[in-house]
């Protein structure tokens, strides 16, 4: 079967491997076991942090380090703001570990996350 001009046998996805930027999967996508809403919304945490702090989550030098990091390390923004210790803690929930943990729906993540955004004063990012 032939669908927009790319075969079955060409197909990018195959089950059993990994695909997509390391840095922006969850957990259960580096090690391997099943996935689902809740490893997008990971990612996604991934990017707000990024979003807010202008820096990756887990920065580490090299891939190893950022695979063991997403694995292991918890995110603190090191606020003492308490709107920014809120924000940290919607960040906390969408890059646990365990997905039983993070928020279950994208409505969800997004009903929290607002509120608090609207919260929060702004972050100072380090001087270099």
Known sequence: MKTQGVTDSQSLTVPGTVMGTYA???PEQLSGSEVDERS???SIGVMLTESFTGSHPFPKSTPAQ???AILHSRVHLGAT???VRALEAVLQKSLAK???ERFTTAAEMR???I???HRCSPLQRPQD
């Open 24 to 26: 922006y999967m969850s």
């Open 40 to 42: 997008d919304l990971f």
């Open 81 to 83: 703001d308490e709107s």
């Open 98 to 100: 365990d997905r039983e």
């Open 66 to 68: 950022i695979l063991d």
């Open 115 to 117: 509120p608090v955004l």
């Open 111 to 113: 009903e929290t996350v």
